[in-house]
């Protein structure tokens, strides 16, 4: 028998590194050639990572969460015959731990993993678990929760350290806890108490309050997203500016071209029209539609329109991009929308229809708010925000008219476009979903 070592294979476009997302296999797992290992996250999408080899796995890298270097260890599995790694062979390796970062290189793919830690003594046992050593007499179930005493004004209650650290881990105010013990400091018996019958309040209403807490760590498309968030906000000064949108003759039109079309064209929202009036804007102000590099201090325009349309799926929030559209008709950018949004919703769009986007548009649909400041998708410049729709009396100068109204809400990255570029793109979109025909006459 032998040990393989399948390493971290280059993802391409330049990558060094990528988080280890979900693991399919665990230690003793017999696997086959060509069985999905693992599964990482890039910048840009999920890779899983399949077996070349069959056997059975002695060693993983790390846990969901660790960044793993492209080229360093991501997986051991014992083979029939002599394997790949006579180093590992001579000592299996132990899973490693997930607190240790791993910076296995691809050079060092012939070391041996490190040593486990070894266990805690008994006497750096948290004090809980003394708690819980009590004869049954003294047990939580058995002992009444003690009288609480007021406490006077900067009074503080009285507790040893591991006590109070309890109390912190619980998320339990000490001063609201009775003490049994000498001068009313509070045991660890009293604490158990507290946990087991609540508050004198609590027990009147005969409800409990919920002291549990729980660590959820960031990982995959989550900590993809938090990361870009912060990268977009800590470098980019935004501007927004909320217009209001008269969108009943948009409506109406989008209402007689799916009665005549739908059935052999497809069904038309309101994206489509938002996309198409996004591309005649941005032909007057192709400053919009742009990526700006901050640290080259070059903003490139482009003449191409690829709009990233932000979509929400079970994994987070995905981009996936509507090439050309300047080439597309209403009907076209439809089809896109839906064929893009369903495979960002089933984790199957490629890193191409991830990325490439030269503005973006944001919606929550009919969950959307009156008003929203959209984040602006770096390193794009602007960003198109759709609120919610709703039938609003407007003032048509002799009487107030039921019409349907959407807010705007699109935000601009204020180093590259100034206030006044940013009002008139706003009021050229308003113009245009206003006055829906203007949409479709061509220079």
Not at 252 to 259: T, Y
Request: net charge negative; glycine share 8%.
């Amino acid at each position: 028998m032998g040990i393989f070592t399948i390493t971290l294979p280059d993802i391409g476009e330049g990558i060094a590194e990528a988080e280890l997302t979900e693991w399919n296999v665990a230690i003793g797992d017999e696997v086959q050639d060509e069985d999905v290992l693992g599964t990482v996250m890039t910048d840009k999408a999920a890779v899983e990572i399949p077996s070349t080899v069959a056997g059975k796995v002695v060693w993983l890298c790390g846990e969901p969460g660790d960044v793993i270097a492209i080229g360093a260890k991501f997986i051991q599995i014992e083979v029939e015959g002599e394997g790949n790694d006579s180093a590992a062979a001579d000592a299996p390796a132990p899973k490693a731990d997930a607190k240790d970062k791993t910076d296995d290189t691809a050079e060092a793919a012939g070391e041996k993993p490190a040593a486990p830690a070894p266990e805690k003594s008994a006497e750096k046992s948290p004090p809980k678990a003394e708690a819980k050593s009590q004869p049954a007499s003294q047990s939580q179930a058995a002992r009444p929760a003690a009288a609480h005493r007021p406490l006077a004004a900067g009074e503080k209650p009285l507790a040893s350290p591991a006590v109070r650290r309890r109390a912190q881990e619980a998320g339990i105010d000490l001063r609201r806890v009775g003490g049994s013990g000498p001068a009313g400091r509070i045991l660890h018996e009293d604490l158990d108490a507290y946990i087991e019958h609540g508050p004198p309040t609590a027990r009147q209403s005969g409800r409990m309050p919920a002291l549990g807490t729980r660590d959820v760590k960031v990982v995959g498309m989550r900590r993809r997203i938090a990361e870009k968030m912060a990268l977009s906000k800590s470098r980019i000064p935004h501007i927004t500016i909320v217009e209001e949108v008269d969108v009943t003759a948009v409506e109406e039109l989008r209402g007689q071209l799916n009665a005549a079309h739908a059935a052999n064209r497809g069904k038309l929202t309101l994206l489509p029209f938002v996309m198409r009036a996004i591309v005649m804007a941005v032909r007057e102000q192709p400053e919009m539609n742009a990526l700006y590099d901050d640290e080259g201090g070059v903003v490139r325009q482009y003449d191409a329109v690829h709009i990233g349309i932000a979509t929400q799926t079970p994994a987070g929030l995905t981009v996936p991009v509507a090439r050309h559209t300047e080439a597309r008709s209403v009907w076209d950018c439809a089809a896109e929308v839906v064929r893009l949004a369903e495979a960002a919703r089933e984790g199957k769009a490629s890193r191409e229809e991830l990325s490439g986007s030269t503005i973006t548009i944001t919606s929550l649909g009919p969950l959307g708010a009156i008003a929203t400041t959209p984040i602006i998708n770096h390193p794009e410049v602007a960003i198109v925000g759709i609120n919610k729709m709703a039938v609003r009396p407007l003032w048509d100068g002799k009487e107030f008219q039921p019409r349907k109204v959407m807010n705007i809400s699109c935000s601009f990255d204020h180093r590259v476009i100034d206030g006044w570029d940013a009002a008139v793109f706003v009021q050229k979109l308003k113009s245009l979903l206003e006055t829906p025909a203007l949409m479709f006459v061509e220079d």
